[in-house]
């Protein structure tokens, strides 16, 4: 069902959204659910295959979808220069990649932290210093509760996140005066092609059990929306009760 209310603070219309990661789990969710708030998209992903299979399920009209892997600058700036002006971006690209760190090979640190970290971090600059990110937009990053609570054999994963965390308190203070907002969804397990089988073990130690890729949109709306105006440099924890279990 969509919900179009023009003047309502949840609403997106009227805004130009782009959603990375938009070729699968949260940021293809993000980006259908953010269309039927009444968004313009913009998504881009690196599987042209699946990226326009998430094309072809947005509502509305006047959306684009662009492949570009975001660990390659010239992708990025290729990118950038086709970006019309934005009232939102979602940074939901991301990888996860197992490794205790007795174990961790620098090429499996670096693979995690290129397009976990330094992609969404080098995007924003570009769209900050190009002035495309318009004034009063906002800037979501999807993180991770492994950046706040330590888990066996996801060291790697969980610092590249951590870094985003620290990053987007520090961005949201700089871009505050043009009342541009900074902030950080933080999901616990959702269930998306991120995960095998080990999902279903989190389950126990969720009490409200795992999350959903829309209720991760969902979150992801609110702060890209008028209703979040007065909302930046903050860490919006969904976890279905886990982190208050332990
Ligand atoms: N699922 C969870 O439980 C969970 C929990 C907390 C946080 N997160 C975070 O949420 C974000 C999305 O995860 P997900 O569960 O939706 O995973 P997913 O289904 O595996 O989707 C990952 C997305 O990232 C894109 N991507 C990966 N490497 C890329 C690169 N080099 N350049 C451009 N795009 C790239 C993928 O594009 P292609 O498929 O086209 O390559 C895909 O669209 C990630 O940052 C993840 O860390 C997920």
């Known amino acids: 069902m969509s919900l179009r ?3 309502h603070a949840f609403s997106l219309a ?3 959204i782009l959603v990375t990661g938009a070729s699968s789990g949260l940021g293809r969710q993000t980006a259908i659910s953010c269309s039927r708030m009444g968004a313009q998209l913009v998504i881009s992903g690196r599987s042209e295959e699946r990226l326009q299979e998430t094309f072809a399920a947005l509502e509305g009209a006047g959306h684009d ?3 570009a892997d975001l660990t390659i600058a010239h992708e ?3 990118l950038v220069a086709r970006m019309p002006p934005l009232h ?14 007795k174990m961790l090979s620098e090429t499996l640190l670096r693979e995690v932290f290129d397009i976990n970290f330094v992609a969404p971090v080098m995007l924003t600059q570009r769209l900050l210093y190009h002035a495309i990110l318009v004034p009063a937009s906002s800037i979501v990053f999807i ?3 492994s950046a706040r609570a330590g ?6 994963y969980a610092a590249s996140k951590a870094a985003l965390h620290g990053m987007m308190r520090c961005l949201a203070l ?3 005066k043009r009342r541009v907002r900074v902030n950080c969804v933080v999901p616990s397990a959702v269930e998306t092609p991120l995960w095998d089988d080990r999902l279903l073990a989190q389950a126990a130690r969720h009490p409200l059990g795992v999350g959903t890729a829309d209720d991760v949109a969902n979150a992801t709306i609110y702060l890209l929306a008028d209703a979040s105006r007065w909302i930046t440099g903050t860490e919006l924890v969904m976890d279905g009760g886990a982190v208050a279990v332990s």
């Open 174 to 176: 700089e871009q505050a």
């Open 65 to 67: 979808a662009i492949r």
């Open 5 to 7: 209310h023009e003047s």
């Open 143 to 145: 993180t991770s509760i």
């Open 151 to 156: 888990t066996a054999g996801v060291g790697p």
């Open 76 to 78: 990025r700036d290729a």
């Open 14 to 16: 009227g805004k130009t």
């Open 88 to 101: 939102g971006v979602v940074h939901a690209a991301g990888v996860q990649r197992l490794s205790p760190i």
